[in-house]
């Protein structure tokens, strides 16, 4: 809807810009509330993660796209360097920055012997509050619109021709909305997880089983093509069924050590 929100000194502002500078920052006041003084490390291995998060949140997106574009060659050679440019690097992609994030936190970790689940434990309501103050950015800016909806449709939104990506004068879902709505509630939900449970990696688990079931369902009522179509399923779809396979095995070894223990 506003894309840029204001100008600084004739620097423009972007709305997805700040949304993710105000994430990070909510992101690191409720982390610092919830470890307390539990991990010393905690303000280094954030920074490691968003550098982590940031790579991958670029990166995912030209790795997926970059086999299209050989396979397509034909296509794609005549089109300028800068459209091409901007087809692979067009957009940055939460999952990858999930990857990129958690693949920084573990060699972090392994390097100084810091045991992984404590710190994801803290990090994940973090992760879950950020992401949905992200996707109101999203909705400001006009990119990850949903599908067509009538509109009389109580969810519906028409976006304007300034917008990053979403077609102008079409009544479209608010998906950016809803994944928002969503994920504040699950940050609230597994808030209240991390405080009532002693059990280490539950919350982590849940994270990545309760996320991967909403994204996997979201997805089917996206409108942008850009986030890839393989089959019947996104990229984030294909992703999802990893992230929600994997948080079950490790929900399912860390409560039977659980049981063990006690």
């Not at 919830?34 to 998060?53: N, P, S, T």
């Not at 949140?57 to 299209?68: D, G, H, I, N, W």
């Not at 002693?198 to 849940?206: D, K, R, V, Y």
Request: hydrophobic letters at 50%; proline letters at 5%.
């Amino acid at each position: 809807m506003l894309p840029i929100l204001f100008e600084v000194f004739g620097l423009q502002v972007a709305s997805y810009g700040l949304s993710m500078v105000i994430g990070a920052v909510a992101a690191w006041i409720l982390i610092r509330l919830l470890a307390g003084k539990k991990e010393k490390d905690i303000q280094l291995i954030f920074l490691v993660c968003i550098c982590g998060g940031f790579l991958g949140a670029v990166l995912l997106r030209p790795l997926m796209k970059t086999p299209e574009v050989i396979i397509n060659w034909e296509r794609f050679r005549q089109m300028p360097h800068e459209a091409i440019f901007q087809y692979l690097f067009g957009e940055i992609v939460f999952y990858g920055g999930l990857i990129g994030g958690s693949i920084a936190l573990l060699l972090f970790c392994r390097r100084y012997k810091v045991q992984v689940l404590p710190v994801t434990d803290v990090f994940v309501p973090a992760l879950a509050l950020a992401h949905g103050i992200g996707r109101i950015g999203c909705f400001f800016g006009g990119c990850c619109y949903g599908i067509p909806v009538v509109s009389s449709h109580p969810l519906s939104v028409i976006f304007p021709p300034v917008s990053m990506s979403a077609p102008a004068g079409t009544p479209l879902l608010a998906t950016q909305l809803i994944e928002s709505a969503c994920l504040f509630t699950l940050a609230a939900l597994l808030v209240m997880v991390y405080k009532k449970t002693a059990e280490t990696g539950l919350t982590t688990c849940l994270y990545g089983v309760l996320y991967s079931i909403m994204r996997f369902t979201l997805e089917f009522y996206r409108g942008d093509m850009s986030r890839g179509l393989y089959g019947p399923f996104s990229t984030s779809q294909y992703i999802s069924l990893v992230l929600f396979a994997s948080s079950t095995v490790l929900l399912y070894m860390n409560s039977r050590r659980t049981r063990s223990k006690s």
